[in-house]
């Protein structure tokens, strides 16, 4: 499986957004078609999902896991129209956050990328370990999807 993310700022500042049912901030985008192209996946992925063109430029990384498959592409995107009007039915937020002052609830995977991001030296390749936390966070969810089915 393939996911990309956009790394999109704007006067400075970073673009974060959240999901339905989980108080996290993360990068904007999510998964690929299977034989889809990164650069166009993550172009479709922000016109369908933000509602306005983009750009993809530099690509700041490359992403995997421990003991899972599937790979993670950061780029780093821009607007094709300077402050584009954003709407969003999949995200129940968006906002546009200092790169020097991230949320704390920032979904922690995304905290290295950007951190990769400002160092200015990519594109970058790394394997994340496995997270602990996170893996408490997806059983909770799963159980909770769970739940709502029966």
Do not use: C
Not at 120 to 126: D, M
Request: net charge positive.
């Amino acid at each position: 499986m393939k996911k990309a993310y956009a790394i999109i700022i704007r006067n400075g500042l970073i673009l974060l957004v959240r999901r339905p049912g989980l108080p996290i901030w993360d990068l904007p985008g999510g998964d690929l078609f299977p034989n889809e192209n990164e650069r166009d996946g993550l172009r479709r992925l922000i016109k369908e999902v933000l509602s306005f063109d983009s750009k993809v430029n530099d690509l700041v990384g490359i992403y995997t896991k421990e003991y899972q498959e599937g790979t993670t592409y950061v780029y780093k995107v821009e607007e094709a129209i300077s402050q584009s009007q954003m709407e969003s039915n999949e995200y129940i937020a968006f906002s546009f956050f200092d790169l020097h002052t991230l949320p704390l609830n920032l979904y922690p995977e995304r905290q290295r990328q950007i951190k990769d991001y400002l160092t200015g030296r990519y594109p970058v390749r790394l394997r994340f370990r496995k997270n602990p936390w996170l893996a408490k966070a997806a059983s909770f969810l799963e159980e909770r999807k769970k739940r709502r089915q029966r």
